[in-house]
């Protein structure tokens, strides 16, 4: 850079304001020391001399310049300052110049003692003016136009140069560009445009360009400014304007009739707010706000009280609006109607992108944003859609788009239909996701929340993706799925709903998997009125209600989920409802399993149903499931329940290890069992009492702590080529007025005996095999031994016990015949139950 040198008769070491520090003296020109790096672009900039008119007075600060004094390069322009008493009255935002091997006084340049090269920044030493002769430290002024002279009085100098000249002086070091960046955008970072829509802050330090202020200034230089007052002044002074190609306009109605004219043209809004202008863009125009501070949007403001703020129509393929502020306020006395004005208004055959805006809208009535047609197909990100009195964002009639990022809170409404991704959607009065009339957006990685009342409403045959979203917190169900719409609901976290999680309802259909739904008020998923979705690989669990409702004739195909640890039932099947449960894994709940009633019907295959604190499966009043293949144990209320009216074909199932009987067949059920495994039961096989029927068929019944099968009080269920054997008690029993019609079993290897009757009894029996049983109540009456041992005192063995009339026992402390001959021996005693062994 051309560059003054200072002479005088002396030199001398500045001082640093920190006590004790000096300043390190300046390099003489010929030691190639440059103040800062300078570009590759060889331009010369002239710095002008100030004459004998420009000396200050005695009084004046020691800071300015006196005449020619000496020559560089050939040259005799030259620039002196004012003897030793020199002290700059600015220290704000003064700046270190880059020094490159400065030596300490008195040490060689060739030394390694000292370089400046090895410090931090703040640690590097500032040049030093010499006013000498001797010519060995030289000062510059380039040094003090670059890091002494304070920024405002830069840019008061910088204001009176035309562009092509601002432009030179910026290739002089960073912090003139920086300057001049600011002078003309106001922001306090470089913005770059990545691509025609995609404009980005990015700090210094982050960017990949060696001088980040001079890469934007080339990129966003050829843009139009609406900035009011400066067009008069350029009208007022204009030979202070003459030879400047930057416009300026009042209007950014102006603006955009500049921009029609041309193609790709960059306006920039300057702070302020814009009322009353309706904009309408037809062309690939950018609108971008341009302040200073962290929050451009919120400096630039446009805002109408009628009709829509801002417009984009055919033509406006490729626009753009960025970092504003839009404000649609209706006049609440006016009696124009706004149902259709809005403060963004999207229309077909366009694509704009909306980006870093915020948007707000108090009309009671349309939208904040309508994106409406077909082929209108928006960017919408990194928006902030917020306390409108009505729909948020509204996407219809065949509209698409792209929506990442944004924040739609607040709302009265939100009707959507798009691509989303990235957005925090919450406290809107109705859903906060709203999707009809064959809408099909993608709402990806969104947070849906505290909504009034539910988070997605899909309805109307509404479509739709929403995948990996949080959905929490809402007032009703987090989905909403109704009326022949079918989305798809995919590896959401669905949780802490004040209702449920996903309600399913009038004909709606969808695919629900990979969902994690839990802690809901109601039940995790709710079918009813013919709706018939698809559930599978959720998990759906710690429900305050169930786990999966599915009523009113509701069906669905439910598989593969696991569905654990609910307050009461894991899945209620009732009134009609016939969905499909297969492959799900149901477990540690509350109360029951799966849970039919009240005609509730369907199909349970291949489930893994365990630990329950009641049942595993409830069947009851009228209710008809087919139960095929599960495995059904852990249950601490017994493995499967069949009661009041109950009904069900339940088959090739393994029963086991449940605390209580395996299969409990009572009060008029009518359930058929076939070839189910019934094993290793903490209680009885199955158990028939109340007036239970039933068919029981081709069903292995072994290793039970109690009878195989248990018939009693006026039962009648039909055994069928059963298997029953190694039970720890009798095979069958059948006691208290039962019958029961036995063909072809096999009954063996059981400790109290195969078939035992109660006096009375008389069932049927054909073609049994009862064989190897062992005969134990048998054994231990020969050899006086209390009936009670052998059966471990949980219950009476089939034979004859007495009460104790001297004794005064109850019927609850029955006593054996072995017994009564021993221990009451002598004592008046009468018969309780009297039975006998076949």
Same mark, same amino acid.
């Not at 995609?198 to 990129?219: I, L, Y």
């Not at 909403?480 to 709903?497: A, H, M, V």
């Not at 095929?628 to 329940?641: A, D, F, S, Y």
């Given at each position: 850079?051309?560059?003054?040198?200072?002479?005088?008769?002396?030199?001398?070491?500045?001082?640093?304001?920190?006590?004790?520090?000096?300043?390190?003296?300046?390099?003489?020109?010929?030691?190639?020391?440059?103040?800062?790096?300078?570009?590759?672009?060889?331009?010369?900039?002239?710095?002008?001399?100030?004459?004998?008119?420009?000396?200050?007075?005695?009084?004046?600060?020691?800071?300015?310049?006196?005449?020619?004094?000496?020559?560089?390069?050939?040259?005799?322009?030259?620039?002196?300052?004012?003897?030793?008493?020199?002290?700059?009255?600015?220290?704000?935002?003064?700046?270190?110049?880059?020094?490159?091997?400065?030596?300490?006084?008195?040490?060689?340049?060739?030394?390694?003692?000292?370089?400046?090269?090895?410090?931090?920044?703040?640690?590097?030493?500032?040049?030093?003016?010499?006013?000498?002769?001797?010519?060995?430290?030289?000062?510059?002024?380039?040094?003090?136009?670059?890091?002494?002279?304070?920024?405002?009085?830069?840019?008061?100098?910088?204001?009176?140069?035309?562009?092509?000249?601002?432009?030179?002086?910026?290739?002089?070091?960073?912090?003139?560009?920086?300057?001049?960046?600011?002078?003309?955008?106001?922001?306090?970072?470089?913005?770059?445009?990545?691509?025609?829509?995609?404009?980005?802050?990015?700090?210094?330090?982050?960017?990949?360009?060696?001088?980040?202020?001079?890469?934007?200034?080339?990129?966003?230089?050829?843009?139009?400014?609406?900035?009011?007052?400066?067009?008069?002044?350029?009208?007022?002074?204009?030979?202070?304007?003459?030879?400047?190609?930057?416009?300026?306009?009042?209007?950014?109605?102006?603006?955009?009739?500049?921009?029609?004219?041309?193609?790709?043209?960059?306006?920039?809004?300057?702070?302020?707010?814009?009322?009353?202008?309706?904009?309408?863009?037809?062309?690939?125009?950018?609108?971008?706000?341009?302040?200073?501070?962290?929050?451009?949007?919120?400096?630039?403001?446009?805002?109408?009280?009628?009709?829509?703020?801002?417009?984009?129509?055919?033509?406006?393929?490729?626009?753009?609006?960025?970092?504003?502020?839009?404000?649609?306020?209706?006049?609440?006395?006016?009696?124009?109607?706004?149902?259709?004005?809005?403060?963004?208004?999207?229309?077909?055959?366009?694509?704009?992108?909306?980006?870093?805006?915020?948007?707000?809208?108090?009309?009671?009535?349309?939208?904040?944003?309508?994106?409406?047609?077909?082929?209108?197909?928006?960017?919408?990100?990194?928006?902030?859609?917020?306390?409108?009195?009505?729909?948020?964002?509204?996407?219809?009639?065949?509209?698409?788009?792209?929506?990442?990022?944004?924040?739609?809170?607040?709302?009265?409404?939100?009707?959507?239909?798009?691509?989303?991704?990235?957005?925090?959607?919450?406290?809107?009065?109705?859903?906060?996701?709203?999707?009809?009339?064959?809408?099909?957006?993608?709402?990806?990685?969104?947070?849906?929340?505290?909504?009034?009342?539910?988070?997605?409403?899909?309805?109307?045959?509404?479509?739709?993706?929403?995948?990996?979203?949080?959905?929490?917190?809402?007032?009703?169900?987090?989905?909403?799925?109704?009326?022949?719409?079918?989305?798809?609901?995919?590896?959401?976290?669905?949780?802490?709903?004040?209702?449920?999680?996903?309600?399913?309802?009038?004909?709606?259909?969808?695919?629900?998997?990979?969902?994690?739904?839990?802690?809901?008020?109601?039940?995790?998923?709710?079918?009813?009125?013919?709706?018939?979705?698809?559930?599978?690989?959720?998990?759906?669990?710690?429900?305050?209600?169930?786990?999966?409702?599915?009523?009113?004739?509701?069906?669905?195909?439910?598989?593969?989920?696991?569905?654990?640890?609910?307050?009461?039932?894991?899945?209620?099947?009732?009134?009609?409802?016939?969905?499909?449960?297969?492959?799900?894994?149901?477990?540690?709940?509350?109360?029951?399993?799966?849970?039919?009633?009240?005609?509730?019907?369907?199909?349970?295959?291949?489930?893994?149903?365990?630990?329950?604190?009641?049942?595993?499966?409830?069947?009851?009043?009228?209710?008809?499931?087919?139960?095929?293949?599960?495995?059904?144990?852990?249950?601490?209320?017994?493995?499967?329940?069949?009661?009041? $009216? %109950?009904? @069900?074909?339940? &088959?090739? !199932?393994? *029963? #086991?290890? =449940?605390?209580?009987? +395996?299969?409990?067949?009572? /009060?008029?059920?009518?359930?058929?069992?076939?070839?189910?495994?019934?094993?290793?039961?903490?209680?009885?096989?199955?158990?028939?009492?109340? $007036? %239970?029927? @039933?068919?029981? &068929?081709? !069903?292995? *019944? #072994?290793? =039970?702590?109690?009878? +195989?099968?248990?018939?009693? /009080?006026?039962?009648?269920?039909?055994?069928?080529?059963?298997?029953?054997?190694?039970?720890?008690?009798?095979?069958?029993?059948?006691?208290?007025?039962?019958?029961?019609?036995? &063909?072809? !079993?096999? *009954? #063996?290897? =059981?400790?109290?005996? +195969?078939?035992?009757?109660?006096?009375?009894?008389?069932?049927?029996?054909?073609?049994?095999?009862?064989?190897?049983?062992?005969?134990?109540?048998?054994?231990?009456?020969?050899?006086?031994?209390?009936?009670?041992?052998?059966?471990?005192?949980?219950?009476?063995?089939?034979?004859?016990?007495?009460?104790?009339?001297?004794?005064?026992?109850?019927?609850?402390?029955?006593?054996?015949?072995?017994?009564?001959?021993?221990?009451?021996?002598?004592?008046?005693?009468?018969?309780?139950?009297?039975?006998?062994?076949?």
């Amino acid at each position: 850079m051309p560059s003054a040198s200072f002479t005088s008769s002396r030199s001398y070491v500045r001082r640093s304001r920190r006590k004790g520090v000096n300043r390190i003296p300046l390099p003489s020109r010929t030691n190639s020391v440059e103040p800062c790096e300078l570009p590759s672009v060889n331009c010369a900039v002239p710095i002008p001399t100030a004459g004998p008119s420009s000396r200050p007075s005695p009084s004046t600060s020691s800071s300015a310049v006196s005449g020619p004094s000496s020559t560089e390069a050939g040259s005799s322009s030259g620039i002196s300052v004012i003897g030793p008493s020199h002290h700059p009255p600015y220290d704000l935002r003064r700046k270190s110049p880059h020094h490159e091997g400065i030596s300490l006084p008195g040490t060689s340049s060739g030394s390694a003692g000292y370089s400046s090269s090895m410090l931090p920044a703040r640690k590097r030493p500032r040049r030093t003016y010499s006013l000498g002769n001797d010519g060995n430290c030289s000062a510059s002024a380039a040094h003090y136009l670059q890091y002494e002279l304070p920024d405002e009085v830069i840019l008061t100098i910088f204001g009176y140069l035309l562009e092509q000249d601002l432009c030179r002086v910026s290739q002089v070091c960073k912090r003139f560009q920086k300057n001049l960046y600011q002078h003309v955008y106001e922001y306090d970072l470089p913005l770059f445009k990545h691509s025609p829509c995609h404009f980005e802050f990015v700090t210094p330090e982050e960017s990949d360009h060696a001088n980040p202020w001079k890469e934007s200034f080339s990129q966003l230089y050829r843009g139009v400014h609406v900035r009011p007052g400066y067009q008069e002044m350029q009208e007022r002074c204009p030979a202070q304007f003459k030879g400047r190609s930057i416009a300026y306009f009042d209007t950014v109605q102006a603006a955009l009739d500049y921009a029609d004219e041309r193609d790709g043209v960059l306006v920039f809004l300057h702070a302020g707010t814009y009322r009353g202008e309706f904009l309408v863009v037809d062309s690939n125009v950018a609108l971008l706000g341009a302040a200073p501070g962290a929050s451009v949007a919120e400096a630039v403001i446009l805002e109408r009280e009628s009709e829509s703020t801002v417009m984009f129509v055919e033509g406006a393929k490729q626009a753009y609006v960025g970092y504003v502020t839009l404000k649609f306020s209706p006049d609440v006395t006016s009696t124009v109607p706004h149902h259709k004005h809005y403060c963004l208004e999207i229309g077909e055959n366009c694509s704009p992108t909306v980006d870093h805006c915020i948007i707000r809208s108090t009309s009671v009535v349309g939208a904040a944003v309508c994106v409406s047609g077909v082929s209108a197909n928006p960017v919408i990100k990194h928006c902030d859609i917020s306390d409108c009195e009505n729909v948020g964002l509204y996407v219809t009639d065949y509209a698409q788009g792209t929506y990442e990022d944004n924040e739609i809170s607040r709302n009265a409404l939100a009707g959507i239909w798009g691509y989303f991704e990235g957005n925090d959607i919450h406290n809107n009065r109705i859903a906060g996701f709203e999707v009809k009339a064959g809408a099909n957006p993608t709402v990806v990685q969104c947070e849906i929340h505290h909504g009034q009342t539910g988070g997605i409403y899909v309805h109307e045959n509404g479509l739709g993706q929403f995948i990996d979203n949080k959905i929490h917190s809402n007032n009703f169900a987090g989905v909403w799925i109704t009326s022949n719409s079918n989305p798809t609901i995919r590896r959401n976290e669905i949780y802490n709903g004040h209702q449920g999680g996903v309600y399913i309802f009038g004909e709606g259909r969808g695919l629900i998997e990979h969902n994690n739904i839990y802690g809901n008020a109601l039940a995790g998923i709710q079918i009813r009125t013919n709706s018939d979705p698809i559930v599978r690989h959720n998990k759906i669990h710690h429900g305050q209600h169930g786990g999966i409702y599915v009523h009113e004739k509701g069906q669905g195909l439910i598989e593969e989920n696991e569905v654990y640890a609910n307050t009461l039932a894991g899945v209620w099947i009732t009134t009609g409802s016939t969905p499909v449960l297969r492959r799900n894994r149901i477990h540690s709940g509350k109360q029951v399993g799966v849970y039919f009633y009240d005609n509730g019907h369907g199909k349970l295959e291949d489930n893994d149903i365990f630990n329950h604190l009641y049942s595993g499966v409830q069947i009851r009043t009228g209710s008809n499931p087919i139960i095929r293949g599960n495995k059904i144990w852990g249950g601490q209320n017994g493995g499967v329940l069949v009661y009041n $009216g %109950g009904l @069900g074909l339940l &088959e090739q !199932n393994e *029963i #086991f290890d =449940n605390a209580m009987a +395996g299969v409990w067949i009572k /009060t008029d059920s009518n359930p058929t069992l076939k070839r189910n495994k019934i094993f290793d039961g903490r209680d009885g096989g199955i158990c028939i009492f109340n $007036g %239970g029927k @039933g068919i029981l &068929e081709e !069903n292995d *019944i #072994f290793r =039970n702590a109690q009878a +195989g099968v248990l018939v009693s /009080t006026q039962s009648h269920p039909v055994l069928r080529r059963n298997r029953i054997f190694d039970g720890l008690a009798a095979g069958v029993e059948i006691t208290n007025n039962a019958t029961a019609t036995l &063909e072809y !079993n096999q *009954i #063996f290897n =059981n400790r109290f005996g +195969g078939l035992c009757l109660a006096s009375g009894v008389q069932p049927i029996i054909r073609g049994n095999k009862i064989f190897n049983n062992q005969d134990a109540v048998e054994k231990a009456v020969a050899n006086g031994q209390c009936l009670y041992k052998i059966s471990s005192y949980t219950s009476f063995p089939m034979h004859d016990f007495y009460r104790c009339q001297t004794c005064n026992t109850t019927d609850r402390n029955a006593i054996c015949i072995n017994c009564i001959k021993t221990c009451h021996a002598g004592h008046e005693a009468c018969i309780m139950f009297k039975n006998m062994k076949i």
